[in-house]
């Protein structure tokens, strides 16, 4: 699959992982995680962007517990329909964009989020958008989370045009051909300028947390 296909694949999500599956679910305990990391590391009044948060189950989990200034990318409209049946106070108070994350990301100005985190979402960024890592760095003002699944993979290759991907990704097919694409965050984000100041694994996914130095 090429990125636009990959995109696509995730727009029109119905069923298994759709927002009405997330929504059927609720909050989870990694929606706890991230909540207790933005306990530790920020105040209840940080800027909070979620990138790929579907119909709203993790950042309803922080609105719950105090936070109030937040925002969601989310490439299924669904989503939004969804969000405002299941948690109308997250829909009435957030600030949400109904983009691709490589479409939106570039016109947030430098830092304008406090916190930046995704829930199983860049394992899906197609090797051809990697340079959105660079441009999550650029907006994160503070903490960055990533709760993605660091699997075993094949090696992705070298790209045809002979340009550098610097995440090192690995693929893995799943549902249907459905590709998820594993990376080392902390490669990622610390050679982009980030510490990583938490990590924590279950048997899905690897929680880290990156904190700008200083």
């Known amino acids: 699959m090429d990125h636009s296909e990959v995109r696509r694949e995730w727009?029109?999500?119905?069923?298994?992982?759709s927002p009405e599956y997330y929504a059927y679910y609720g909050p989870d305990q990694t929606s706890e995680t991230?909540?207790?990391?933005?306990?530790?590391?920020?105040?209840?009044?940080?800027?909070?962007?979620e990138l790929g948060c579907s119909?709203?189950?993790?950042?309803?989990?922080?609105?719950?517990?105090?936070?109030?200034?937040?925002?969601?990318?989310?490439?299924?409209?669904?989503?939004f329909d969804v969000m405002e049946e299941h948690y109308p106070d997250l829909a009435a108070a957030g600030t949400f964009y109904h983009d691709p994350i490589e479409t939106v990301v570039g016109d947030f100005e430098d830092g304008q989020f406090d916190v930046v985190y995704s829930v199983?979402?860049?394992q899906h960024l197609h090797p051809d958008?990697?340079?959105?890592?660079?441009?999550?760095?650029?907006i994160t003002g503070d903490l960055l989370v990533?709760?993605?699944?660091?699997?075993?993979?094949?090696?992705?290759?070298?790209?045809?045009?002979?340009s550098n991907r610097t995440a090192g990704a690995r693929v893995n097919f799943v549902d249907e051909g459905v590709p998820l694409y594993y990376r080392d965050w902390s490669r990622v984000f610390t050679e982009l300028g980030f510490v990583e100041v938490a990590r924590?694994?279950?048997?899905?996914?690897?929680?880290?947390?990156?904190?700008?130095?200083?």
């Not at 991230?34 to 962007?49: G, K, P, T, W």
């Not at 958008?129 to 650029?138: H, K, P, S």
């Open 129 to 138: 958008v990697e340079w959105v890592f660079e441009e999550l760095a650029r």
């Open 120 to 122: 199983e979402t860049l």
């Open 200 to 214: 924590s694994s279950s048997t899905r996914d690897t929680v880290r947390a990156f904190r700008r130095p200083g």
């Open 11 to 17: 727009a029109e999500r119905t069923g298994e992982y």
């Open 34 to 49: 991230i909540r207790q990391l933005l306990d530790r590391f920020v105040e209840r009044d940080a800027s909070v962007l």
């Open 55 to 79: 119909s709203g189950r993790h950042l309803s989990h922080l609105h719950d517990n105090g936070y109030g200034d937040l925002a969601g990318i989310e490439v299924n409209g669904d989503a």
């Open 146 to 162: 990533t709760a993605e699944n660091e699997g075993q993979g094949e090696d992705v290759g070298a790209p045809e045009d002979g």
